[in-house]
T-cell receptor, first 116, second 115 residues
Framework: GAVVSQHPSRVICKSGTSVKIECRSL??????MFWYRQFPKQSLMLMAT?????????EQGVEKDKFLINHASLTLSTLTVTSAHPEDSSFYIC????????????FGPGTRLLVL | AQTVTQSQPEMSVQEAETVTLSCTYD???????LFWYKQPPSRQMILVIR??????QNATENRFSVNFQKAAKSFSLKISDSQLGDTAMYFC????????????FGTGTRLQVTL
């Protein structure tokens, strides 16, 4: 149980285009999902907290208009990188907590984004 | 604000041996949760073990156990009978109660298990 999926696992795009990454909780409902960014050999950096049915809460320094987050259902959150540039190339990971349940966050397998 | 410190950037252990990874944290909260996550080369984050601060008993999961010292704000992970598959990055993390509360991660310890 507690499986989180992400799609796509890898994406290459041209500079200036937008890319959407999906995060799904497959066997549980998640009122809250989290989006992280991870650079090589570094820890995870929280970008935003995604709340079902309401606006996401962004961490300081993360551009809201650059990284659009939508949490339209209890099993799906999306992160859209708008007008992507090479500096947005990174590994993006989502996690989810079981609604009304445990404190543990379960992580998706991550999405590797390369912007050319 | 909470902080989590992992002072060992890299460690190495021989197969079948025991290794301990260190983690300290700083918080003014009295109730919280601590976690160890493993990130193998696949980069999938995997929960290794968790500890509730209000529980005095140290958590164990098969070959993995923790030494939780609340007064010292220390939360070390002991891996017994190390296996090659334990080679990974290990992150210590802290959170306060609430499914919407965020995890605060340490910088990680890269563990290499050798033959």
């Amino acid at each position: 149980g507690a499986v989180v999926s992400q799609h796509p696992s890898r994406v290459i795009c041209k500079s200036g285009t937008s890319v959407k990454i999906e995060c799904r909780s497959l066997d549980f409902q998640a009122t809250t999902m989290f989006w992280y960014r991870q650079f090589p050999k570094q820890s995870l950096m929280l970008m935003a907290t995604s709340n079902e049915g309401s606006k996401a809460t962004y961490e300081q320094g993360v551009e809201k208009d650059k990284f659009l987050i939508n949490h339209a259902s209890l099993t799906l959150s999306t992160l859209t990188v708008t007008s992507a540039h090479p500096e947005d190339s990174s590994f993006y990971i989502c996690s989810a907590s079981i609604a009304g349940g445990q404190e543990t966050q379960y992580f998706g397998p991550g999405t590797r984004l390369l912007v050319l | 604000a909470q902080t989590v410190t992992q002072s060992q950037p890299e460690m190495s252990v021989q197969e079948a041996e025991t290794v301990t990874l260190s983690c300290t944290y700083d918080t003014s909260e009295s109730n919280y949760y601590l976690f160890w996550y493993k990130q193998p080369p696949s980069r999938q984050m995997i929960l290794v073990i968790r500890q509730e601060a209000y529980k005095q008993q140290n958590a164990t999961e098969n070959r993995f156990s923790v030494n939780f010292q609340k007064a010292a704000k220390s939360f070390s992970l002991k891996i017994s009978d190390s296996q090659l598959g334990d080679t990974a990055m290990y992150f210590c993390a802290f959170k306060v109660p609430g499914t919407a509360s965020k995890l605060t991660f340490g910088t990680g310890t890269r563990l290499q298990v050798t033959l």
